[in-house]
């Protein structure tokens, strides 16, 4: 059955929807997720032949990395998406979706470079860089 989720930024410029599986949520707790969002960044993944964008024209996309960009809304700031260059596929921020989602976390990466100010209190794996 196919699955149909939807969502968009905080003040809707931004719409997204989906369809097909997406990905367990994966909490990256690298310096640059850190800094983007003030925690963690908490994604799931979708193929882009399976995302629909509405207002792909209020996405700023800065480029964070050598291999990678992020996106988000130019009037809000929500942060939305991770693109790695030359993959089919899209990280999308699982707060962004609309309720309910369906997902749940899976692992938690670049944990060596977590903020100080939390602790991770989970049972899921952690990995202190990156899972793959
Ligand atoms: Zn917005
Ligand atoms: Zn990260």
Not at 84 to 96: H, P, R
Request: proline share 2%; glycine share 10%.
């Amino acid at each position: 059955m196919a699955q149909e989720h939807t969502g968009s930024c905080n003040c809707g410029a931004v719409r997204f929807r989906t369809r097909g599986t997406l990905r367990e949520v994966i909490a990256c707790h690298c310096s640059q997720c850190r800094k983007q969002t003030g925690l963690y960044y908490a994604a799931t993944n979708v193929l882009d032949s399976e995302l629909n964008l509405e207002g792909a024209e209020n996405i700023t996309w800065y480029r964070s990395s050598p291999q990678a960009r992020r996106g988000f809304c130019k009037t809000c700031g929500s942060a939305l998406f991770w693109k790695m260059d030359g993959l089919d596929y899209s990280s999308i921020m699982a707060g962004a979706f609309d309720t309910p989602t369906g997902l749940a976390f899976g692992v938690h990466i670049f944990c060596a470079d977590k903020g100080d100010f939390y602790e991770i209190n989970d049972d899921l794996p952690q990995f202190a860089q990156s899972n793959a």
